[in-house]
């Protein structure tokens, strides 16, 4: 599975799960290594990631993934994802990015590959994408993880955001101040 591979290339962090989700796929929920930490020691371990998708969820076949979607704090991190990630999404998938610093929605293509933007100052990304869907608790009802990101990539099929399309260059002075607020204990 593509998803046990990034797991063993260090592609995955603070993971919370990867769980079967169906037949020949799985589900992931947890962080998507966008840059990697250089080597810390020479044991060859790495130090924290540099950059990452947080709150990802993401549901993977053995070769491609079907469905993303997560956090970004910088509209200009994306670049790390159309270049790492584009040869490992499948052709009909149209990721989604919650990004703290957007101004606005829009779909953005770049390196083969077009996703879906939207600002997202505060929130959780699995409670704004099962927003966005029209999805509700009961939907989820006797789920396993794995299956309950089975079921949003099944409402996914049918949503079209409408987004505007615009260029990478112009998606980038699409940007606010915005920064997310850290809470808890410190």
């Known amino acids: 599975m593509l998803l046990n591979t990034y797991e063993q290339n260090g ?9 079967e989700a169906g037949t020949g796929v799985s589900g992931y929920r947890g962080e998507l290594v966008l840059v990697q930490g250089e080597v810390g020691d020479s044991a060859g371990r790495r130090k924290p990631p540099v950059s990452v998708i947080e709150q990802a969820v993401i549901l993977a076949d053995a070769e491609k993934i079907k469905m993303l979607s997560g956090l970004l704090h910088d509209l200009a991190e994306l ?9 490992d999404l499948a052709t009909d998938a149209t990721p989604i990015f919650f990004v703290v610093n957007a101004a606005k929605e829009m779909k953005i293509s770049a390196n083969g590959v077009t996703v879906d933007v939207i600002p ?6 699995w ?3 099962s927003d966005l869907l029209g999805l509700e608790k009961s939907d989820f009802k006797g789920q396993s993880s794995g299956e309950k990101i089975a079921t949003v990539y099944d409402s996914l099929k ?3 955001s409408g987004f505007s399309e615009v260029s990478w260059a112009d998606a980038l002075t699409c940007v606010t101040n915005a920064k997310r607020e850290t809470r808890g204990a410190l």
């Open 11 to 19: 592609r995955l962090f603070n993971m919370n799960f990867i769980e």
């Open 120 to 125: 997202l100052p505060e929130g959780l990304v």
């Open 127 to 129: 409670a704004e994408l």
């Open 79 to 87: 670049e790390h994802f159309f270049s790492g990630y584009a040869a």
């Open 158 to 160: 049918s949503y079209h």
